[in-house]
């Protein structure tokens, strides 16, 4: 891991990637290409973008001459791709831009890899990351194992999955050496104000309602993203070529339950009466084909590799609200402008 290519590295996931690579591996040159879209923003990354191993490239992976670019001129022996469209609602409303990104883009890094890999084939991996959501919906019972068949049922689990495919398919095609995980819920800090948690915890701050879909009683597995980082850490090191390793938390919450969590530690930190931000909570039109729940068997990274997840949901969800509370001005530059506009169609015009 001399060269390391990290794809979306200013976005949510991405930013701890890249900061904990940067720090963790001086000997290493690690560059992040990222196209700065709505998710992406180098604010997420002010305190590594002066390390001499760190080099931003902004650009769009859907863009094939882009990507030989990056190769020719980076000549990563790593990859580890994150770049990719992320928020389920968005995928709703617009398909097309998941096909684009998520199964084009992904297409094109691999194409990339192939070529500049083929005559040096020894100590590279690509690593793909992916989500929970493309094994499907559980019922009450039951976790998804790597042997869980494939089952995505929106627009951006089946843009993943089908990523998922074409990254196996080069495994087995072309014997590009690709690696793999599907991992959970992440929440933590810089995460768009879109996805459940960071959009809850502004919209208390600003004492605005808390759109919840359908009765809350969906069920999701949470991830502290620092956690994960380290998790992506041990597989792109020690995972075995071709394989796949789910990540999880182990800690699933319904989400009414998970909300008034959140309610109730708001209501301490920023000093307002109990039952002030659940007071918020307002029940809206389900979100269309809402999956039911997510529950991720994460034996096999714990008993191949040694991880498991370090941080308890009670600490993670504490140090993810202070985070936001003190950064009043990412929050502001984020939901400025566009941001206002998706928020009226998403939850407005409901
Ligand atoms: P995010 O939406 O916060 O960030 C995505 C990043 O990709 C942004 O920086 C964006 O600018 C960049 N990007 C988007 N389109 C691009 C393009 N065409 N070219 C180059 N860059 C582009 O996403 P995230 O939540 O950090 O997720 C990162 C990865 O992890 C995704 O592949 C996602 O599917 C996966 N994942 C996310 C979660 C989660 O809970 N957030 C869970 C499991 C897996
Ligand atoms: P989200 O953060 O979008 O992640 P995902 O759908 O990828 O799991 O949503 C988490 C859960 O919260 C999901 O069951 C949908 C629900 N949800 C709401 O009830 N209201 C909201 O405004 C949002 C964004 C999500």
């Not at 990719?84 to 684009?100: L, T």
Request: hydrophobic letters at 35%.
């Amino acid at each position: 891991m001399q060269h390391i290519l990290i794809t979306g590295g200013a976005g949510f996931i991405g930013s701890h990637v890249v900061r904990h690579f940067v720090k963790k591996y001086p000997g290493s040159t690690i560059v992040n290409a990222d196209k700065l879209t709505y998710a992406g923003n180098l604010l997420n990354l002010t305190d590594i973008e002066q390390e001499k191993n760190y080099h931003f490239v902004k650009g769009d992976i859907v863009d094939g001459d882009f990507v030989f670019s990056l190769f020719e001129k980076h000549k990563p022996d790593t990859v580890i791709h994150l770049a990719a469209e992320s928020h389920v609602d968005r995928s709703i409303a617009n398909p097309m831009e998941f096909v684009h990104t998520n199964v084009l883009g992904t297409v094109n890094l691999l194409n990339a890899a192939r070529h500049h890999w083929k005559d040096e084939p020894d100590n590279k991996r690509f690593y793909h990351i992916s989500t929970d959501e493309v094994y499907g919906s559980l019922g009450d019972e039951g976790l998804f194992t790597e042997e869980t068949p494939y089952d995505p049922r929106s627009p951006y689990s089946a843009s993943k999955a089908s990523s998922d495919h074409f990254v196996r398919a080069y495994w087995h095609t072309y014997g590009l050496p690709v690696v793999l995980s599907n991992c959970s819920n992440n929440y933590g800090p810089n995460q768009f104000p879109e996805k459940l948690i960071p959009l809850f915890i502004n919209n208390i701050i600003q004492k605005k309602p808390l759109p919840v879909y359908g009765k809350g009683e969906n069920v999701r597995d949470w991830l502290y993203v620092e956690d994960h980082a380290v998790a992506i850490d041990a597989i792109v090191r020690n995972g075995k070529p071709g394989e796949t390793y789910n990540i999880g938390g182990h800690n699933e919450w319904k989400n009414i339950d998970l909300i008034r969590l959140l309610c109730k530690i708001m209501d301490e930190k920023l000093g307002r009466e109990p039952g002030t931000s659940e007071g918020l909570i307002t029940y809206v039109k389900d979100r269309a084909g809402h999956d039911l729940r997510y529950a991720i068997d994460a034996s096999k990274v714990k008993d191949e590799l040694g991880w498991v997840p370090s941080v308890t949901f009670e600490e993670g969800l504490s140090k993810t609200v202070d985070w936001y509370l003190a950064n009043g001005e990412w929050l502001r530059q984020v939901t400025s402008g566009d941001y206002m506009q998706y928020y009226r169609e998403q939850y407005e015009e409901r």
